[in-house]
């Protein structure tokens, strides 16, 4: 049994992971982290999945047959081509992973505006941070995040209302849940 964390957003969830030999592992959530208390959402609960490679795309295809880098290359700068050829550089737009290096997102603005000369390129990371942001301003006047989940956990209860904020509860269910659970001790506390 192996004691790790859901890679995916920044609750950090605790995870259980008990390998089954075969390159797979069976995921809990770990009743034990003080992030989670043995919960996961609906992504860290699929990372099973993940482990292996059956599913994965490892190299460059073209209507589901393998073909070489440049093949592939060659295919995606044809029809970048084209379409701005017959529709103008304002048909394209790039959607590029928040999981990028800077330089890497130099690279891509650079071949975006520099050379297919339209401004239509945005990264992963504006969208999913932006209600992040919005709702650790409102909450805590700052869009840094409070270093322990159960001061968070706490100020989230009292100052997020889920009505209000749903972007940044809802992108973060296990928050959410354990949020849900303070406001009710709390309210279940004498006065
Ligand atoms: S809230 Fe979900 S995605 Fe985020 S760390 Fe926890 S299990 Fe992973």
Redesign the pocket.
Known sequence: MIRT?????????G?VATPNGRGGAGLA?DPEHP??RG???????A?DETLGLGDRLLHPEIDGRRVSWETALDTVASGLRETIARHGPEAVALYVSGQLLTEDYYAANKLTKGFLGTANIDTNSRLCMASSVAGHKRAFGSDTVPETPPGWISALSRRLDPNRDPATLWR????QSRAAMARDEETLLPS
Do not use: E, F, H, M
């Open positions: 964390t859901c890679p995916y957003c920044g609750v950090g969830c995870i959530g992030a989670n919960r996961l959402c609906s992504k860290g609960a990372l973060r269910t296990i928050l």
